[in-house]
């Protein structure tokens, strides 16, 4: 009988390299033989030819290669590959012609997690794409099958579920979150000749207009309360040039290419203010900025972004893609929402935002306001109904608490037994506002998550799969180190809702590359949850 042979990606994790062996075997229904090692040493493992082997290199995220006579590349790493060569030195307009061609010989020799539209807008708490890849294989998920993340965040699980083919539901409160999640999955389907055209002439418009630009046509068109803003935060000349690349975007032929282009706008939008850049907090530090700095950040974030999407393109055209569809909603809602979706739900792949960890709006405030997302005074509403959000004034923590003592039952007493804790230590002791607010702050977002589970049980079919993947977090309590295990809080919770623990996984956190890594987490865990 001839063997297929399928050889491991090398630098991958303890927790990935158990993902690996686990989505070969369910995709093939046979136990995987290493060859050149153990399970946890080997790099080649082997497997009768039940299965097509083009179907293993079609969906394997974790694999290098799947062969019978000779190994051919995955189409997860050649994906991968394309990140490469669109970032060493390829002229953008020979990408299409050369990428094909070096693909097969430009193999990563670490992860890859950028590959796409993957990189397309830096974002805090990104997941791993090859995350999504994997899950849905070890369903296995069938063809059009159900992916809902009802927490999309950048559109992580959006991305991955379109490009295998499913129908991809994503739903997120943050409007700029719904807007990348939309753009990055739609500019998939835009041809490589478009992007190209576009980038040459969003190029030409701004070197011609370089330093012209004396109106401030699109900023004018702001609410005089979010110009005042927007006023405190940017240089005069730094909103004039702002005001150029959106005119120069807005004259981009078609309105999909018009928003991938804002998404590379409001990438550089923090960078080119007074928020002090690595600081989650609404802290102003002034810079100075030459003439002419705010374009060419512009245009080498374009180009980047431009080069990354059409190198991919290049390699991935007879792909069968699938469809989506991204609203700004609430988890807690979704049934409401798309009321068709419920019993029919084949997997929700959903990454739960940390308790009390970050300020998710404030991070994106200048964005929202700049690209007519969310004006400034309706932000501070929004982040009150955020899941995680750690603002709160002293009146609505008083009703939290009060909330909290008469529905505290809900909670399983070891979640009930955290609050009071830090609660009594955090009382009887001099602290800051935000650690005074703590243990409110926790019940609210174990109640939020309590709704957002029960609302995922009711949207998925019988049998149906849960993928979280559970931040960790830690807090300092009465002068006490205090863990939160919150994937052991919202497991017992899942549990007492009628979902079963199908798997669990501790994954090491690695460092993040984006502008938040100051603020990632100790650590995270996979929880696999089947409904009763």
């Known amino acids: 009988m001839d063997l297929i042979s399928c050889r491991i990606k090398p630098y991958i994790q303890p927790f990935e390299r158990q993902l690996a062996i686990n989505e070969l075997r369910a995709l093939t229904s046979v136990e995987p033989t290493p ?7 080997a790099s080649v493992f082997v497997v009768p030819t039940l299965v097509d082997p083009n179907l293993l290199r079609s969906d394997l995220a974790y694999w290098e290669s799947v062969g019978v006579q000779r190994p ?6 050649r994906g991968e590959a394309t990140s490469l060569i669109a970032r060493n030195g390829v002229a953008l307009h020979a990408l299409p012609q050369v990428v094909p061609d070096l693909v097969d010989v430009s193999i990563p020799k670490k992860r890859c997690l950028r590959y796409a539209t993957h990189g397309l807008h830096e974002y805090r708490g990104k997941f791993f794409p090859q995350l999504v890849r994997v899950f849905m294989n070890l369903i296995p998920l069938r063809d059009r099958a159900v992916v809902l993340d009802p927490l999309c965040g950048s559109g992580t699980t959006i991305v991955e579920a379109f490009l295998s083919g499913r129908r991809a539901y994503g739903l997120d409160l943050n409007p700029l979150s719904v807007f990348m999640s939309r753009v990055k999955t739609q500019a998939l389907r835009l041809s490589e000749r478009l992007y190209l055209s576009s980038f040459d002439k969003l190029s030409r418009v701004l070197h011609e207009s370089q330093g012209r630009n004396k109106t401030l046509r699109y ?6 309360a979010d110009q005042q803003y927007l006023s405190r935060w940017f240089a005069h000349s730094t909103l004039y040039e702002l005001d150029g690349i959106h005119d120069a975007i807005s004259e981009l032929p078609l309105t999909d290419i018009q928003d991938f282009y804002s998404v590379c706008l409001s990438n550089i939008i923090r960078g080119v203010s007074w928020q002090k850049e690595d600081d989650l907090r609404v802290r102003k530090e002034i810079v100075s900025l030459k003439d002419g700095e705010i374009v060419r950040r512009f245009l080498n974030e374009a180009l980047r972004s431009t080069k990354m999407v059409v190198a991919f393109l290049a390699v991935s055209k007879a792909k069968r893609l699938g469809s989506y569809e991204v609203c700004q909603g609430d988890a807690r809602n979704v049934g409401t929402i798309w009321p068709e979706l419920l019993g029919r739900v084949d997997a929700v792949i959903t990454s739960p935002p940390y308790a009390t960890a970050l300020p998710y709006l404030d991070t994106d405030r200048l964005s929202l ?4 997302l969310l004006p400034r005074n309706e932000q501070r509403t929004l982040d009150g109904l955020m899941i995680g959000n750690r603002e709160i004034t002293d009146r609505g923590r008083d009703l939290y608490w009060k909330q909290y003592e008469v529905n505290r039952e809900l909670l399983p007493p070891k979640t009930r037994q955290l ?3 830090i609660d009594g230590l955090n009382r009887g002791s001099k602290v800051g506002f935000r650690r005074r607010n703590l243990a409110v702050l926790l019940s609210k977002y174990f109640f939020d998550m309590r709704e957002v589970l029960q609302e995922q049980h009711a949207l998925l079919r019988a049998k149906g799969t849960m993928f979280l993947v559970v931040g960790n977090n830690r807090t300092i309590a009465g002068g006490e180190p205090i863990e939160i295990n919150t994937a052991e809080h919202l497991l017992t919770i899942a549990e007492s809702l009628g979902f079963r623990l199908a798997d669990d996984m501790s994954m090491e956190m690695l460092v993040s590359r984006d502008i ?11 929880l696999i949850l089947e409904k009763r």
């Not at 051919?72 to 790493?77: E, H």
């Not at 900023?219 to 005089?224: L, P």
């Open 35 to 41: 060859i050149d090692g153990d399970y946890e040493s």
């Open 72 to 77: 051919y590349l995955t189409a997860q790493l």
């Open 219 to 224: 900023f004018q068109t702001m609410s005089e």
């Open 369 to 372: 306001i700049y690209l007519g």
């Open 419 to 421: 609050i009071e804790t």
């Open 516 to 526: 938040f890594r100051k603020n990632t987490m100790p650590s995270e865990q996979i």
